[in-house]
């Protein structure tokens, strides 16, 4: 008889520790569209993982890969030398980029993406001779990882507060409206105009001069599903490109077919300085991130720095891991042979009808959806924020073998993009039954 598993030593992240260890929600394996528990239930993942999934669990063509470069080299730096896979890997990304981004930054996730992408940003000013743009601008509500910068520029405070003071960093505020567009289907019709406080009200209070980037997800995820107003994000472009700020697009989330295209800066039509990329990068089979540059950016670091130097001081112990490297040319490869950007457009228009089926159900407040993404905002319970979204989460564990995703009163869904019709069908059901039967 196996001995019981200790969890005291393990301080997991993000998470109420105790509450947890109390009763603990263990996944042993996982194939295809679902986990399995350690009591041996099927789980069907309605979150790819955490937003990360996109093909698949053990995906055999990207667990292979894995497979073959860990027995051929496990690890090469790349401080001052190379490896083939790293360079390919690029190519592979910069090739499904948007015009003009070709140039990429590896990291490990999200977060040092993000810092990554802050850093740069800085750095090209400062070389430019403009180091008076010091200032960052985000977005309330808004989640840019864990490091220094993300907290900085991201817009949650309680991410926050117990780390003091970061870098100089504003917020506009997000376009959620759920008084003119609650249940909108898409991308909603009203509030583009917040887009004009970057320039009316921020711009204005601390002079365009000062401002050296604004970051913004094209969706915002990790806090309910906040969709941009149509012409939201143009008018961000336009208002950046007027007074020489860099736009950041943070497409940890909205990278690689979310949306039905390969990244949401394809999706809206509107074109960033950079992006950074994370999770479905390597269909998080092995950590990686990327900052994808616009090619001027970056020639303007090898043509200011002096000859046989440094251009940039920055970089990761992992940067281009090999074994990082090979997941993401095999799932890159499998995005493409697999159509898998396609699936997930031609499967939004059914994945929109079901999220929309639970208007009307108890409890539910509003419901949005891009994508395969959909956001599902409950009332909460007064005076216990997030504990009625808590309560769906734990039985649809629990009661329909069904992984879900909550930020305080809101429920997120993005399933992997093989998901089908019955597998729709199958999640949507499990929480309406659930929502029923909430007190």
Known sequence: MSQPLDTSHLWMPFTANRQFKAKPRMLVAASGMYYTSDDGRQILDGTAGLWCVNAGHAHPRITEAIQKQAATMDYAPLFQIGHPLAFEAASALANIAPAGLNRVFFCNDGSEGVDTALKIALAYHRIRGDAGRTRLIGRERAYHGVGFGGIAVGGIAGNRKQFGPGLAADHLRHPLNIAKNAYSRGLPLHGAEMADELEQRLLALHDPSTVAAVIVEPLQGSTGVILPPKGYLEKLRAICDKHGILLIFDEVITGFGRLGTAFGADFFGVKPDMIV????????????????????????????????????????????????????????????????????????????????SLKGLPFVKDVRNLGLVAGVELEGIAGKPGARAYELFTKAFWDKGLLTRVTADILALSPPLIINKQQVDEMFGGIADILRNLK
């Open 277 to 356: 990329c994370a999770k479905a990068l390597t269909n998080a089979a092995v950590p990686m991130g990327a900052v994808i540059v616009r090619e001027n950016i970056h020639e303007t670091f090898m043509q200011m720095a002096p000859a046989d130097s440094i251009e940039l001081f920055h970089g990761y112990t992992y940067s281009g891991h090999p074994l990082a490297a090979a997941a993401a040319i095999a799932t890159l490869d499998v995005y493409r042979e697999e159509q898998l950007f396609q699936r997930a457009a031609e499967m939004a228009p059914y994945f929109e009808e079901a999220a929309h």
